[in-house]
Nanobody
Framework: QVQLVQSGGGLVQAGESLTLACVATGRFDAFDSVGWYRQGAGSQRDLVARITGGGMVEYSDDVKGRFTISEDDAKKTVYLQMNGLKPEDTDTYYC??????????WGQGTQVTVSS
């Protein structure tokens, strides 16, 4: 069973930076993709950034150029570096991992609040 444990997040002012981290524990050999979604109250969960098992990186249009996703295979950790934060980036952020079997795992979520 794979578990994802998130850290980071918090309250910052517009223009500042935050880094989120997500550590995977449990047994898995490879993954289809890993990354981050975000969700506001009463909204659907939207993809922010992801890395595929083949190393392809994808960002949503509203974070391109500001957010950077990276992974450390040795630490089984995926990061989301968020620069130039805006009030509209305020959301709950969830990391995820999708295995080749199609199984989908979620982190516990972490709140990011950006004040203007």
């Amino acid at each position: 069973q794979v578990q994802l444990v998130q850290s980071g997040g918090g309250l910052v002012q517009a223009g500042e930076s935050l880094t989120l981290a997500c550590v995977a524990t449990g047994r898995f050999d490879a993954f289809d993709s890993v990354g981050w979604y975000r969700q506001g109250a009463g909204s659907q969960r939207d993809l922010v950034a992801r890395i595929t098992g083949g190393g392809m990186v994808e960002y949503s249009d509203d974070v391109k150029g500001r957010f950077t996703i990276s992974e450390d295979d040795a630490k089984k950790t995926v990061y989301l570096q968020m620069n130039g934060l805006k009030p509209e980036d305020t959301d709950t952020y969830y990391c995820y991992l999708q295995g080749y079997s199609g199984a989908f795992y979620w982190g516990q979520g972490t709140q990011v609040t950006v004040s203007s």
